[in-house]
């Protein structure tokens, strides 16, 4: 690695893979609050295919004059700290970076980042494993924050996608909340689902008291619920209007370094899935999103640079 540039990954004119450019960028120095991670893994998520494809570009909420960064979330090791952090050079971290409206990211070899918005990764997880955890992890405890504990009126909860990487969390985590969770995936992931502690299924019917939709089933999974139920959906930019006396929310997830840390060690302890499919250098990025976009896909890619 030069001491004066790193490399990363962009688009410039998104028009899915090929369109991934890795460019070197200036080395910057924290501020006060900030650090410098060098980065180990970061993890391919359906958003960034997203990105790539210029969906939201078209949407008109990325507007960035030069180059937009790829990636939210990632794991790896302080190399520098600025002012009034308290996290010492060396230290093994994993983080999140949200929005998509940014320059910089996380399918890179740096990265600068606030350090409220990191957590220490826990002795015994390593950090590729480490890096599938943060984004997909806090999504799902902020869509559990949304859904409440269940209600003593009717705690059935269906999980859509419940064998994908969010869902697979929601279906673990609710049950601390008092929802009966049943996962609705494919046939091939009724282990994974019910190794949740989850029931399962390969077709629901209607009349859930809440729906996590994990699987952005969007209008489907609204229909699943019942009168005066719950829907916490996954797409901001296509929040479904309330229908049927039903809340509906939808999640942004945020950074939350505190949150992570304990999604971290519950990772590390074997309580929560950390899920791999396979690691590849950040070289090999656009091959890493062809294969996302087929779908299928069990357990992140993560990207090395
Ligand atoms: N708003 C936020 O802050 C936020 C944060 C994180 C993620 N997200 C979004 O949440 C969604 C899930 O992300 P993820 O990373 O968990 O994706 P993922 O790992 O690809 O999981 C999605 C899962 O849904 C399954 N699925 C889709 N349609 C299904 C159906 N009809 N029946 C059964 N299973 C079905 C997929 O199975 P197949 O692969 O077999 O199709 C896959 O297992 C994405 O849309 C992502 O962009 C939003």
Do not use: C
Not at 19 to 39: F, M, W
Not at 201 to 226: F, S
């Amino acid at each position: 690695m030069s001491t004066s540039t790193f490399r990363t990954a962009v688009v410039r004119t998104p028009s899915g893979p090929d369109s991934i450019e890795i460019i070197d960028v200036p080395v910057v120095e924290p501020g006060p609050g900030e650090v410098r991670v060098r980065i180990a893994g970061a993890a391919v998520n359906p958003v960034d295919l997203g990105v790539v494809s210029g969906i939201f570009h078209s949407m008109g909420l990325v507007n960035q004059p030069d180059h937009t960064g790829l990636g939210w979330d990632f794991a790896g090791t302080v190399v520098a700290a600025g002012p009034d952090v308290d996290l010492a050079v060396g230290t093994r971290v994993a983080g999140l970076v949200d929005g998509f409206d940014r320059d910089f990211g996380t399918y890179a070899e740096q990265l600068i980042v606030r350090a409220a918005d990191v957590a220490v990764v826990p002795d015994g997880l390593e950090p590729i494993a480490a890096a599938t955890v943060p984004l997909n992890g806090l999504a799902a405890a902020q869509i559990i924050d949304l859904l409440g504990d269940a209600p003593t009126s009717g705690n059935r909860l269906l999980v859509t996608g419940a064998a994908g990487a969010v869902g697979g969390y929601v279906a673990a985590l609710a049950q601390d909340h008092g929802w009966q969770v049943t996962g609705l995936a494919r046939a091939e992931d009724e282990e994974f689902i019910r190794g949740l502690g989850a029931a399962f299924t390969t077709h629901a019917q209607p009349g859930w008291d809440a729906v996590a939709d994990a699987g952005a089933l969007q209008e489907r999974g609204l229909a699943l619920v019942r009168d005066g139920g719950i829907f916490v959906g996954v797409q901001p930019s296509a929040k479904l209007p309330a229908e049927r006396g039903i809340t509906v929310d939808v999640v942004v997830t945020r950074p939350d370094g505190a949150r992570l840390r304990g999604l971290l060690v519950r990772t590390a302890s074997g309580q929560l899935p950390a899920r791999v499919r396979a690691v590849l250098p950040l070289d090999q990025v656009a091959d890493a999103h062809r294969a996302m976009a087929k779908g299928g896909v069990r357990g992140r890619l993560v990207l090395t640079p």
